[in-house]
């Protein structure tokens, strides 16, 4: 017995004809055209995206720095402003996060437990005490990103706390430095 939902042209009853064929290549060379100027966007916006932050990151700070402004406002009345922010990347999580314990400041350490489906009864055990209920769980901790960046910040004494430690004292598995951020207002 023939499955009804199977199109004709599969089952050899009905040919596709020359037309369909026509139209199926044409959609398929315009998908694939398309395909290859997304990719030449993509590939463009790339592009522009380094020479804007080129920009923002250090020809207008490098200008504004040869004069001693970090601010100035322009004849068209904008308003340019040069800050310093920090970039952070941390290569071994488990030594960050054992830095942070050592330090008494992991309660910027943000844990996740995950559990496969429950019974409202596994439910409530886990809620009332998770780690008594002897179910197979997952955890994961984790800092923010925007935690991390604020830590460090404080850490090295970007803003109003005084510094704790330099970048250069900073540990092999933090890599920290400071751009500028231009903005135009």
């Known amino acids: ?25 044409a959609k398929v ?28 990151e250090e020809e ?6 040869q004069y001693g402004l970090s601010e100035i406002r322009l004849a068209n009345k904008q308003k340019v402003i040069v800050t310093e922010d920090l970039s952070v990347s941390i290569s071994n999580n488990f030594e960050f996060h054992k830095f942070l314990r050592d330090r008494k400041h992991d309660d910027i350490i943000k844990s996740t437990f995950s559990f ?36 460090f910040k404080e850490l090295i004494g970007m803003g109003e706390s005084a ?12 890599k920290a430095f400071v751009i500028k951020k231009t903005k135009i207002k």
């Open 116 to 151: 496969g489906k429950l019974s409202h009864d596994d439910y409530t055990k886990v809620a009332d005490a998770i780690d008594t209920t002897g179910l197979d769980f997952e955890a994961t901790d984790k800092v923010e990103a925007p935690t991390r960046k604020k830590y």
């Open 29 to 56: 060379d315009k998908f694939l055209s398309v395909s290859a100027e997304v990719e030449e966007a993509e590939a463009s916006l790339k592009e522009l995206k380094k020479v804007k932050n080129r920009f923002s």
């Open 60 to 65: 207008i700070p490098n200008l504004l720095k």
């Open 163 to 174: 510094p704790e430690m330099t970048l250069a004292e900073l540990p092999e598995w933090a």
């Open 1 to 25: 017995m023939e499955n009804s939902a199977t199109p004709d042209f599969l089952t050899g009853k009905d040919e596709m004809s020359g037309n369909v064929l026509e139209e199926l290549q």
